[in-house]
């Protein structure tokens, strides 16, 4: 299956870079892919869920989110809300290409950008979100932050890491980060959602998979990951995820002319 390179130019004046995963055959859907907390758009479950929708007739891009991988902007300065913002522009370049009624599908943050997005695009725009270790509240990824988060909030900026890497983070960064009622953005869905969650995932809690599926209206779906790491590091659950994703969403995409 091929893969293109794309260019989004966003209007906070910088490029998202993204890779394109295109069906060999006709084009039946289009999906878009957000990553997982300072992951980027090459990250296994990534690449391996793209291109599982690609073999199944749905074009999708993943991307990197605002200053990771080959996009520009500051990460440090980011936060949340730029990831919603990200995706908006992402899916109205997708939107331009394919036409409306996407498939969101987010891994870990990106999972909770994902369903955050869904009811801030155009109506119509989103036809179905599937999320992977998704946590139900935004605030929990600063847990996976290695820093002195007061002082930072208190001083405006600080040095921290993540996952092993160090960035310089702002206070801005933070609050961007905390104010939005997830559960609540869920609640206003009215799309189908499948949530997919590992009973054994010790970074988001199964916990949060359960008060997502019970904020939801139906049609939802839930998919035990049984066995599987947060971020589907083996490849035979990412393979799995993606396989069973791309099935669902096959069911709800609208069909082409």
Not at 26 to 46: D, I, K, M, N
Not at 161 to 174: C, H, T, V
Not at 242 to 247: S, W
Request: charge should be negative.
């Amino acid at each position: 299956m091929p893969t293109e390179t794309v260019t989004i130019h966003t209007t906070r004046g910088h490029a998202l870079l993204g890779s394109l995963e295109l069906p060999e055959g006709e084009v039946r859907g289009a999906a878009l892919y957000a990553h997982c907390f300072t992951c980027t758009r090459q990250s296994r479950a990534a690449v391996e869920i793209a291109r599982a929708l690609a073999a199944e007739g749905i074009a999708a891009l993943r991307f990197d989110f605002t200053g990771l991988g080959g996009s520009g902007g500051d990460f440090g300065r980011a936060g949340f809300a730029s990831d919603i913002e990200d995706l908006i522009e992402s899916g109205a370049f997708l939107a331009g290409r394919f036409g409306e009624g996407l498939l969101l599908v987010g891994h870990s943050l990106g999972g909770a950008a994902v369903l955050a997005a869904a009811g801030m695009m155009p109506e119509g725009r989103t036809a179905a979100v599937a999320t992977i270790g998704a946590p139900a509240h935004v605030p929990h990824v600063l847990g996976n932050i290695e820093g002195d988060l007061e002082s930072i909030a208190r001083d405006g900026s600080g040095r921290v890491r993540i996952g092993g890497r160090e960035y310089d983070l702002s206070a801005e960064f933070l609050t961007r980060t905390k104010d939005i009622d997830l559960l609540s953005e869920v609640a206003k869905m009215r799309v189908p959602l499948l949530i997919a969650h590992s009973p054994t995932d010790d970074v988001v809690g199964l916990e949060n998979a359960g008060a997502l599926f019970a904020a939801a209206k139906h049609p939802k779906s839930f998919l035990s990951l049984a066995g599987a790491d947060h971020l589907l590091l083996d490849e035979e659950d990412a393979v799995f995820a993606a396989g069973i994703i791309a099935r669902w969403a096959a069911r709800y995409l609208p069909r082409p002319a």
